[in-house]
């Protein structure tokens, strides 16, 4: 053995390593960190909603310039509902509900003012909300309100208000630190109500009330008005249904949430990461080749000695030990190297998507780990039958 790296020692080439090491590391490093990203920014736009289940699809009219000129209004018609909900692929059909009067609102968090605004509250049949009957229950007079306020809102306060400030970030656990103050003008009437803050939603972008608060403060504040619903909230039976696009289309009516954007994009996403981990496996590949070739020389210029060497009783293996030790700690040097890169790259992107999804999971380097320590297997198995198969021919060699 000894001998054997005494020879081996005497031809190395340091650059030739060190430009295949740098090479396997630039490929294995791209490879990798595709896949973490992935895997980490995927969670954001496959992710359910807190608050309504994945076959619900909001629907709204679409109107074109001059519409309003025209008469056409944006409202849904009690016969286009019932059309709608003789429709195959139509389980059930909630309609959002408008206040018919004046809402001021002030939201804070932790002391620091957001909106001081006049804003609108909307709500649907309680059976479409994904919570706890207790948390969404509103009692006749009560200045408690429940309220699910779109995701936007806080996205905009995590990523600039207290991102600037260096106050804390806001998450599902923490929406106690949300102060909702609600003021209600209507019929010769004021009222001030507390907003309790439960969750967040994606797919909506308004401010979601319980049917019954919206019920009881319309007769209070709004009584004898009322107005057709301009959205829809609807339960699709069987959403690839290709019947759905056509209906929709024929009528005028398109899904105005932004889950079908979400699909496309999760759609690029997979394609990006796809071409950049192929770019990344092409360099791996290509970093393979000069490993090889580099372990081909050092063999060559000690054909004759380790020819030798085998006439005098080394086995092959025995041979071939120092050229494998020497491939599996460049790899394993590669590969340590790469997750260590990957790991710092994935902490500063991974704050940019936690401040803008706080609620979401922070996840870990394990798949990374795993797809490297895959490529280091796959790789140290190709050069060692790479090496095997050199040293075979030398063992046939000196017997001739």
């Given at each position: 053995?000894t001998?054997?790296?005494?020879?081996?020692?005497?031809?190395?080439?340091?650059?030739?390593?060190?430009g295949?090491?740098?090479a396997n590391?630039?490929?294995?490093?791209?490879?990798l960190?595709?896949?973490?990203?992935?895997?980490d920014?995927?969670?954001?736009?496959?992710?359910?909603?807190?608050f309504?289940?994945?076959?619900?699809?909001?629907?709204?009219?679409k109107?074109?310039?001059?519409?309003?000129?025209?008469?056409?209004t944006?409202?849904?018609?009690g016969?286009?509902?019932?059309?709608?909900?003789?429709?195959?692929?139509?389980?059930?059909?909630?309609?959002?509900?408008?206040?018919?009067?004046?809402?001021?609102?002030?939201?804070?968090?932790?002391?620091?003012?957001?909106?001081?605004s006049?804003?609108?509250?909307?709500?649907?049949?309680?059976?479409?909300?994904d919570?706890?009957?207790?948390?969404?229950?509103?009692?006749?007079?009560?200045?408690?309100?429940p309220?699910?306020?779109?995701?936007?809102y806080?996205n905009?306060?995590?990523?600039?208000f207290?991102q600037?400030?260096s106050?804390?970030?806001?998450?599902?656990?923490?929406?106690?630190m949300?102060?909702?103050?609600?003021?209600i003008h209507g019929?010769g009437?004021?009222?001030?109500?507390?907003?309790?803050?439960?969750?967040?939603?994606?797919?909506l972008?308004?401010?979601?009330?319980?049917?019954?608060?919206?019920?009881?403060?319309?007769s209070?504040?709004?009584?004898?008005?009322?107005?057709?619903?301009?959205?829809?909230?609807?339960?699709?039976?069987?959403?690839?249904?290709e019947n759905?696009?056509?209906?929709?289309?024929s009528?005028?009516?398109?899904?105005?949430d932004?889950?079908?954007?979400?699909e496309?994009?999760?759609y690029?996403?997979?394609?990006m990461?796809?071409v950049?981990?192929?770019?990344?496996?092409v360099?791996?590949?290509?970093?393979?080749?000069?490993?090889?070739?580099s372990?081909?020389?050092?063999v060559?210029?000690?054909?004759?000695k380790?020819e030798?060497?085998?006439?005098?009783g080394?086995?092959?293996?025995r041979v071939?030990?120092?050229?494998?030790?020497?491939?599996?700690?460049?790899?394993?040097?590669v590969?340590?190297?790469?997750?260590?890169?990957?790991?710092l790259?994935?902490n500063?992107?991974?704050?940019?998507?936690?401040?803008?999804?706080?609620?979401?999971?922070?996840?870990?380097?394990?798949?990374?780990?795993?797809?490297?320590?895959?490529l280091?297997?796959?790789v140290s198995?190709?050069?060692?039958?790479?090496?095997?198969?050199k040293?075979?021919?030398?063992?046939y060699r000196?017997?001739?």
């Amino acid at each position: 053995m000894t001998l054997v790296w005494k020879l081996l020692r005497r031809h190395i080439c340091i650059p030739q390593f060190a430009g295949f090491a740098f090479a396997n590391l630039f490929g294995m490093a791209i490879v990798l960190l595709g896949y973490q990203f992935y895997r980490d920014v995927l969670p954001v736009f496959t992710s359910p909603d807190s608050f309504m289940k994945s076959n619900y699809v909001i629907l709204s009219k679409k109107i074109g310039a001059g519409s309003t000129l025209s008469g056409r209004t944006n409202s849904f018609t009690g016969a286009e509902i019932d059309n709608l909900a003789n429709q195959e692929f139509v389980g059930k059909i909630g309609r959002f509900t408008s206040t018919e009067y004046r809402v001021d609102a002030k939201m804070g968090i932790n002391g620091q003012p957001l909106i001081d605004s006049e804003l609108f509250f909307e709500s649907v049949p309680d059976g479409f909300v994904d919570t706890s009957s207790e948390a969404w229950k509103y009692e006749a007079g009560s200045r408690e309100v429940p309220i699910i306020l779109p995701r936007t809102y806080i996205n905009m306060y995590n990523f600039g208000f207290a991102q600037s400030h260096s106050l804390p970030k806001i998450s599902e656990g923490l929406v106690g630190m949300i102060d909702f103050h609600i003021f209600i003008h209507g019929n010769g009437r004021s009222d001030n109500f507390n907003g309790r803050v439960i969750g967040f939603s994606n797919r909506l972008n308004t401010i979601l009330v319980p049917q019954s608060f919206m019920d009881w403060s319309n007769s209070v504040y709004a009584p004898g008005r009322s107005s057709q619903p301009t959205r829809l909230i609807v339960e699709m039976t069987n959403p690839g249904d290709e019947n759905i696009a056509k209906y929709l289309d024929s009528r005028g009516i398109e899904v105005d949430d932004d889950k079908l954007q979400a699909e496309k994009t999760t759609y690029f996403l997979r394609m990006m990461v796809s071409v950049v981990m192929i770019v990344g496996g092409v360099i791996s590949v290509l970093s393979f080749y000069i490993l090889m070739l580099s372990i081909y020389l050092l063999v060559q210029k000690n054909t004759t000695k380790l020819e030798n060497l085998m006439l005098i009783g080394y086995s092959p293996l025995r041979v071939a030990v120092p050229y494998v030790v020497l491939t599996l700690c460049l790899n394993v040097l590669v590969l340590v190297v790469a997750l260590v890169a990957v790991s710092l790259v994935r902490n500063v992107y991974m704050d940019v998507i936690i401040t803008l999804f706080p609620q979401m999971a922070a996840g870990s380097l394990l798949p990374s780990v795993g797809l490297g320590l895959l490529l280091f297997a796959l790789v140290s198995l190709a050069n060692l039958f790479a090496i095997h198969r050199k040293m075979m021919r030398i063992w046939y060699r000196k017997d001739e």
